[in-house]
């Protein structure tokens, strides 16, 4: 009976392994979404079902939009249709199954999440294997002190080594580390051959030997120019290279030399290029050599160093379960329990994945490939090569096409763009059709108009600040314009200019910007040093941010030292007049340096970012970061500086996915070995895919009005034409500005910790009291179970995100509140045996409802509601709705609690 259920299912699904190609806009999200449904329909259970995408948010709104999709699923044709291209049934059969798939969906676990939450659900399983504490939480660690303490390990051979890598190699200990976390987060072996010092010098004296012999030809030949013979004048073994005959593939090329070039000129040339090809050849292994003597010891640092603190980086997880896979754990029974579980997989964005990603998720993509007739089961990936610009984390693009090949897919791809405006549509593709290597494929669209003009100016801030004005009298909607730049840098110029210039305009910003790189605060911090040291580099450093006007005048500070951080910093920006939101949140986190000393010598270590205290308004972001996202008018701005050079060491060359050869550049290498050459140009080739891929998510962000603004020198947009299309699209704000802005206060502070009152705290704003409540929910959320380690994890968790947008009490506040629910004996044993899901998502009624936890066991369901402000009749209504929603979707008994959390303890109170 199974098996004949097992046909039927596969009868019903069309294709088993898919690839879709979809471009910007044209509803990958929506495809992916059917095809999940259609997985349903045909009979799958959704806790076999593994949808894997990149970001929390994209995880999040996948979820939340099939639970939509599912519950309109009786009274949308046009989805419904989407669905058959799916699977063969007829409309009236999905429509009369909506029901149980929905019901389904709703009480059971969907594994729908980011592929770094799958990994570390996966390796947290294993840790023990690695001698980690499965309890481990992820954190960014201290690189600078992992470096010193690293060579605190070294025995005296290893130190050796080191300096001599360094010296052999021209390369400061901090670009070794680097190395190092580029190998890692690779998780690559470093393929080399055994080359002893001995080897390395006998090559380096055989290339001396060769280019001597040049260069004495040239001195015997009579008719040698002076221009030639200064040619091959050389002084020490590096100048052999500094002239540009090296470069040539045969001694006549060089124009000094035609006159004297000969057969014997020739045979020396040849033998100078395969003397330096050797050399630069062995050179390569010997660094490799002695990088990986480092390497091993430089492992075995991290790892014990993981073990010891529990704490991983953010590319660690993935490391480590690849780790699991090639060595310590075979790899059947490392997907055992998975393999019982997961029968279908949906990768979403598959261009952004890594080789070492995929070689994680290979097994689990092979195993459901395999031909397994009694099983029903399917693999379906999307993406778009033309948006990825991961690269520099590790994604790889031409995976997309290696997966079609070796799985032989059924290939598709969406042809309509239900996002963006003709004109805007027509002009993107009119960019890049021409460039061979783009892959380019123009949709369609029904969304007819579209404006689009190009800029030309030297001066692009005071353009884009001009340009704001024009919408702002003609009346359109601010709220929906993002201003996209390629730096941090760039947007806090654009984000100030702004403030200064349109004070009535809502700002907010996507930055993850360092506070101490805001140009405010290093202004303050330099003058702050130049007052301690005395150095005339940190003056120039102020005046550069500042303005050469801003006087330096320290008589006011003579007697600096004696006081306090946060007074000094006050007096500074009240002085210069530098008081902004950012500034207000400096003063707050200076609180905590005892002194200015404590302050100089620390200072650059803050861990603190840039505030942003709208969240609506005209948004700022990173080219990076707006992936994903659309907005009605989208400004694309040039780069202010020009693009830094590359300055890795490492050049990775693969061959068909796999590994082939590492690298370490090295700029003569390229005239004598061809093969590293190759590997250079490729490199080369994949960079500039790269800087066309971001700029063509840049232009795919905008719906209506695409504004850019383009140097007219030394552009990033070089590829783009002057242009202006149709007609400027003007959106109207759904509520009509008032033309005000809250004055920016800064109120009396207690100087030093010890002096700041609790009782005197000013009462706080109502989006203070929001931003409270977001941050104790989040809380909440992140606790993997109620107990004290678990809410000391998530409060590190609480401080990353909301410390820019609640204060230190605050943050002590949530933690108090937080430990008297773990303490909450009722609570506890209430919530004993069940099955515990946060934040879970139902819909019902055609809404989306998000309880905050439910327990659930065989027989009934326990509802709980947090609440962090005052009781309110509404909530008990609240909660009985959930209760309602939860009998009907599940049949089971229903019972729901308020739980008012508040620092001076618990109210449980049964709905």
């Known amino acids: 009976m199974q098996k004949q259920n097992t046909v039927t299912h596969q009868n019903c699904l069309k294709h088993k392994i898919v690839s879709v190609k979809a471009s910007a806009g044209t509803g990958k999200t929506y495809n992916l979404s059917a095809r999940y449904i259609a997985l349903l329909l045909c009979g799958a259970k959704v806790d076999n079902i593994l949808c894997l995408t990149f970001t929390n948010k994209s995880a999040n709104d996948m979820r939340q939009k099939i639970a939509g999709y599912i519950a309109n699923l009786a009274h949308d044709d046009d989805f419904v249709s989407t669905i058959q291209t799916h699977i063969d049934m007829p409309a009236e059969k999905i429509k009369a199954r909506q029901p149980q798939i929905y019901s389904d969906f ?165 033998e100078f290029k395969t003397a330096s090809k050797i050399y630069f050849q062995l050179k390569n292994h010997y660094t490799i050599g002695k990088l990986n003597d480092i390497y091993i010891a430089w492992q075995k640092f991290t790892e014990q160093n993981i073990a010891k603190s529990h704490s991983l980086g953010f590319g660690d997880v993935t490391n480590m379960t690849h780790k699991l896979l090639h060595g310590h754990i075979d790899r059947e029974f490392l997907y055992f329990r998975l393999d019982s579980r997961y029968d279908h997989i949906l990768l979403d964005e598959f261009q952004d994945t890594s080789i070492v990603q995929y070689s994680v998720l290979k097994p689990l993509i092979d195993e459901i490939m395999s031909q397994d007739n009694e099983r029903f089961r399917s693999f379906y990936f999307v993406g778009d090569t033309k948006q990825s610009i991961y690269r520099f984390r590790g994604g790889e693009a031409g995976l997309f096409g290696h997966l079609d090949t070796i799985y032989n897919s059924t290939a598709k791809s969406l042809a309509k763009n239900y996002r963006t405006a003709t004109n805007i549509i027509n002009f993107v593709y009119s960019v890049f059709e021409n460039i061979g ?59 100030d200019a702004i403030k200064e210039q349109l ?76 008081f902004d939101e950012n500034m207000i949140k400096f003063l707050h986190d200076v609180q905590m340096y005892e002194n200015i000393t404590d302050f100089v010598f620390n200072i650059d270590q803050l861990n603190s970012h840039i505030t942003n205290q709208s969240r609506a308004g005209i948004v700022l972001l990173t080219m990076f970061k707006a992936k994903g996202l659309e907005f009605e008018t989208v400004f694309v701005v040039d780069r202010f500086k020009k693009q830094p050079n590359d300055t890795s060491s490492l050049l990775l060359q693969y061959e068909q996915m796999k590994l082939r050869r590492i690298y370490i550049k090295d700029k003569p290498m390229e005239y004598f070995d061809d ?88 009462s706080v704003s109502s989006m203070e009291l929001i931003n409270f409540g ?26 990353a995100n909301y410390s820019h947008t609640i204060d230190e009490q605050a943050l002590e506040n949530i933690y108090k509140i937080c430990h008297n629910l773990i303490s909450h004996k009722p609570f506890i044993d209430k919530i004993k045996g069940y099955k515990l899901s946060k934040e879970q998502v139902i819909a019902y009624d055609q809404e989306i409802k998000v309880i905050d936890l439910v327990a659930t066991s065989d027989d009934d369901i326990v509802i709980f509601d947090y609440k962090t402000g005052n009781q309110n009749p509404k909530d008990s209504s609240q909660v009985s709705n959930y209760k309602q929603a939860m009998t009907d979707i599940t049949g089971k008994t229903v019972s729901g609690f308020l739980l008012y959390l508040s620092i001076d303890g618990v109210d449980m109170i049964e709905v």
């Open 106 to 270: 709703l009480h059971s676990f969907s594994s729908i999440m980011t592929i770094d939450k799958f990994f570390g659900n996966v390796f947290r399983q294993f840790a023990g294997y690695l001698n980690i504490d499965d309890s481990y939480h992820i954190a960014n660690a201290d690189k600078e002190k992992l470096g010193f303490e690293f060579l605190q390990t070294l025995h005296k051979a290893q130190l050796d080594s080191l300096v001599q890598l360094c010296l052999k190699t021209n390369k400061s200990y901090a670009s070794v580390l680097e190395l190092f976390e580029k190998i890692q987060d690779n998780s690559q072996k470093l393929n080399f051959a055994n080359i002893s010092l001995a080897d390395f010098d006998i090559a380096k004296d055989d290339v001396i030997a060769k280019a001597t012999a040049i260069k004495q030809f040239v001195a015997d030949s009579p008719t040698a120019s002076a221009l030639a013979k200064k040619a091959v004048e050389f002084d020490s073994f590096d100048a052999i290279f500094s002239s540009t005959w090296i470069q040539k593939n045969s001694f006549k090329e060089f124009s000094y030399f035609k006159k004297i070039a000969n057969e014997t000129a020739e045979v020396l040339f040849a």
């Open 437 to 495: 290597t783009f892959d380019i494929s123009k949709p369609t669209s029904d969304i007819d108009g579209g404006f689009v003009k190009v800029v030309q100016t030297s001066d692009i801030t005071t353009n884009i600040i001009k340009k704001l004005k024009a919408m702002a009298r003609i009346g359109a909607d601010m709220d929906d314009i993002a201003i996209l730049a390629y730096t941090n840098a760039d947007i806090l110029k654009i984000y």
């Open 503 to 578: 004070p009535q305009l809502k700002v907010s910003t996507d930055t993850t910007s360092m506070l101490v790189n805001h140009p405010k605060v290093k202004a303050v911090i330099n003058l702050v040093k130049y007052l301690y040291y005395g150095d005339k580099i940190y003056k120039e450093n102020f005046h550069s941010i500042i303005g050469e006007k801003a006087a330096v005048d320290v008589s006011w500070q003579t007697n600096f030292r004696t006081l306090s951080v946060v007074e000094l910093v006050h007096n500074i920006a009240t002085y210069y007049k530098l």
């Open 675 to 762: 093969d590293y050459k190759m590997a250079l140009e490729y490199e080369k080739a994949q960079k500039q895919t790269d800087r066309l891929n971001v700029l063509y998510v840049a232009l795919t962000r905008a719906k209506k009005n695409l504004i850019m603004f383009k140097k007219p020198a030394g552009s990033s947009f070089d590829i783009v034409p002057p242009a202006k299309i149709g007609k400027l699209y003007k959106a109207i704000s759904p509520q009509p500005k008032q033309g005000h802005r809250d004055k920016l206060s800064f109120e009396s502070i207690n100087y030093g910790r010890q002096a700041v009152s609790k009782k005197s705290r000013p």
């Open 774 to 799: 977001l941050a104790t929910h989040y809380c909440l959320e992140m606790m993997s179970c109620f107990d004290t380690y678990s809410l000391q994890t998530a409060m590190k968790l609480v401080r």
